[in-house]
C-alpha cells in the first residue's frame, strides 16, 4: 500500500471515529437533542432500529439486502447494482416501508386509541428534528448517511452474512452519536413510507404529516449515498 493510500484510509477511518465519538457526547450533554432529558429511551430506540436493520437486510438477502433507496443508489454509482434494476428496488423498498409502518400501528391500534394526545405521533413514523433548519438538518443526514454507506462500501466483510451484523451496529452507533438533531432518517423509503402511511392512517387526532419538511430526509441521504461512491472509488479496500 502506497503513502497516499496509507493516509486516505486513516484519514477516514479517524475521521468516522471522531465523528461518532464526539457525536454521541454532544447527543447526551446539549439540550434539544432527542436524547435529552431521556437518554434510555434513546438508546433503546437505537437498539430497536439496529435489530430492525439486522432482520430486514437478513430477509432480504437473496437481492442484497440493500433495504434503503441510498444503498442501492451507491451501488448502482460503484458497479455493484445494474441500473436497469435500481427502479425495482426502489418500489420494493418503498412500499415495504410503507407496509411496515402500517403494520406498526395495527399491533398499537389499541394504544393510539387510548392516547390522551395524539398530536405529536408523527415521531413514531417519521423524523422530525427537535430543531427545525432544513439546511442545517440537510447536512446533518447527508453526514450520517455518508458514514453509513461508505463504511457499506468498503467493508472488510464482503458480501457474508456478517455484514449485516456489522451494519446493524453501524446504524445504531450513527443512531446514537448522529441521531440527536434529526431523528436520523438515512434511508430516504424510511421516512417517506410511514410518512405516506401516517398521512392514511385513521389516527385520532393525530398531527399533520409535516410535508414541507419531507424532502430534506430524501434527499440529503441520496446526495450523501453519491459522494460516499464517489469516495469509495478512489479510498483503499483491503481484500486479503
Not at 57 to 75: H, K, M
Not at 207 to 217: A, C, L, T
Not at 220 to 240: E, F, N
Request: contains cysteine; hydrophobic residues 50%.
Amino acid at each position: 500500500m502506497g503513502a497516499g493510500s496509507i493516509i486516505l484510509s486513516e484519514f477516514l477511518g479517524t475521521m468516522v471515529l471522531l465523528l461518532f465519538g464526539c457525536g454521541v457526547v454532544a447527543n447526551v450533554l446539549l439540550t434539544r437533542t432527542n436524547a435529552d432529558g431521556d437518554t434510555a429511551s434513546w438508546v433503546l430506540i437505537t437498539f430497536g432500529w439496529g435489530f430492525g436493520v439486522f432482520a430486514g437486510a437478513s430477509i432480504a438477502d437473496a437481492s442484497g439486502g440493500a433495504i434503503n433507496p441510498a444503498v442501492t443508489l451507491a451501488s448502482a454509482i460503484n458497479g455493484g447494482t445494474p441500473w436497469g434494476q435500481v427502479p425495482f428496488y426502489l418500489i420494493g423498498q418503498f412500499l415495504g416501508a410503507f407496509v411496515g409502518a402500517v403494520l406498526a400501528w395495527l399491533v398499537y391500534k389499541l394504544q393510539f386509541d387510548a392516547n390522551e394526545d395524539n398530536s405529536g405521533t408523527l415521531n413514531i413514523f417519521s423524523t422530525n428534528p427537535p430543531i427545525k433548519k432544513p439546511a442545517w438538518n440537510f447536512v446533518t443526514e447527508l453526514i450520517a448517511t455518508f458514514a453509513l454507506v461508505l463504511f457499506l462500501l468498503v467493508n472488510p466483510y464482503g458480501s457474508s452474512p456478517a455484514i449485516y451484523g456489522a451494519a446493524a451496529a453501524v446504524v445504531m452507533g450513527i443512531g446514537q452519536a448522529l441521531g440527536g438533531s434529526t431523528g436520523y432518517a438515512i434511508n430516504p423509503a424510511r421516512d417517506l413510507g410511514p410518512r405516506i402511511a401516517y398521512a392514511v392512517l385513521p389516527i385520532r387526532g393525530k398531527g399533520r404529516p409535516d410535508w414541507g419538511y419531507s424532502w430534506v430526509p430524501v434527499i440529503a441521504p441520496l446526495v450523501g449515498a453519491v459522494l460516499a461512491a464517489l469516495v469509495a472509488i478512489v479510498a483503499p479496500v483491503k481484500t486479503g
